[in-house]
């Protein structure tokens, strides 16, 4: 089992690399550097394909080796958490 640590780097790489895909792209640490990601809703500016901000969260998941419930728990911070704004939800 990966420790907290590990699984909170894991996601601050998915949220890194999907505001680098995103529409605006934009480096994730340069939003948390200007106090930006402290703004209430500042993630709703950013938008990416619900698909692709799964397959980004599963190849991280992947090369990281995480268990099963390590992927649920990323998957659950996610969602849940500063992830762009989907688009093309089916």
């Not at 090369?63 to 419930?69: A, G, Y």
């Amino acid at each position: 089992m990966k420790s907290k640590e590990k699984l909170w780097e894991v996601c601050m790489q998915i949220y890194r690399q999907q505001y680098k895909e995103a529409e605006p792209s934009a480096d994730f640490d340069e939003l948390m550097k200007k106090g930006i990601t402290k703004k209430p809703n500042w993630f709703l500016k950013y938008s990416l394909p619900e698909k692709r901000q799964q397959e980004i969260i599963d190849e991280h998941c992947k090369r990281n080796k995480l268990s099963k419930w390590e992927k649920k728990k990323i998957n659950k911070e996610i969602w849940l958490g500063s992830s762009p704004k989907q688009i093309g939800v089916e």
